[in-house]
């Protein structure tokens, strides 16, 4: 439903042809045959992935991969990567990703859980288990304005979890509501992929937080009228 609003506020259909297959199929014959480097790119880039895929086999650290196969490229004899593309490398971009995913470690730290924890509890007795998603819900939503979601997961999964023993629920469903609250974002900021998506300029921060506006609105209509029913069923709640 939320891709269909988009595609109608976007004027979609002024796109027309480019979710075609013969579309991709002129592209891949526009390209010409892979070149000597995109050949050793690939090969590089099917290291990468066999190492992830045997992670649990081999227990190294997958950063030692994301870290060591990229150089490669620039090694004599291979001489993919070039100078050139290294002087383009927007260095600040990646120090305030840093300095945002930061925040989580820093919440944590200064014990926000326990604050959190605190401060509900005595908020949410005696309320529907509804009302008590909800707040959750939105909780999460706003949270993320501070932390980044890897900081969230770190530093709300413990208080939600005693919040949710404390009023008698399961933390299943409050615990996945906390999940959902963090994908409801306003700003390219809050969650890292994003911030890099945006960063590139393929959307205005205007259009960006009207989208999302609307993503939200349309998520909590049906976080009561879709999700919560099918827990009931599944006995979650």
């Not at 992935?49 to 620039?74: C, E, K, R, S």
């Not at 959902?180 to 911030?195: A, C, N, R």
Request: include cysteine; glycine fraction near 8%; charged fraction near 10%.
């Amino acid at each position: 439903i939320i891709l269909i609003v988009w595609m109608k506020m976007l004027n979609a259909k002024q796109l027309g042809g480019y979710g075609e297959k013969e579309y991709f199929e002129q592209e891949l014959q526009r390209m010409g045959k892979m070149s000597i480097e995109e050949k050793k790119t690939a090969f590089i880039t099917l290291l990468l992935v066999l190492f992830l895929l045997t992670n649990p086999i081999h227990g190294i650290d997958v950063a030692y991969a994301f870290l060591i196969l990229p150089l490669l490229l620039f090694f004599p004899g291979i001489n993919v990567g070039k100078k050139q593309a290294l002087d383009r490398i927007n260095i600040s971009l990646f120090a305030f990703i840093g300095t945002c995913m930061a925040i989580g470690t820093v919440g944590s730290a200064v014990g926000m859980s326990s604050l959190i924890t605190t401060t509900l509890v005595p908020l949410l007795e005696g309320k529907s288990t509804i009302v008590v998603l909800y707040v959750i819900l939105i909780i999460g939503m706003f949270v993320n304005f501070l932390m980044t979601p890897a900081g969230l997961n770190a530093c709300l999964s413990t208080p939600v979890t005693q919040i949710s023993m404390d009023l008698g629920i399961n933390p299943m469903a409050p615990l996945l509501t906390m999940f959902m609250g963090m994908d409801q974002v306003f700003l390219p900021y809050e969650v890292t992929s994003i911030l890099l998506v945006f960063s590139y300029g393929f959307i205005s921060m205007k259009d960006f937080i009207k989208y999302n506006l609307i993503k939200t609105v349309l998520y909590f209509v049906f976080f009561g009228l879709i999700q919560i029913p099918f827990w009931k069923l599944l006995w979650l709640i």
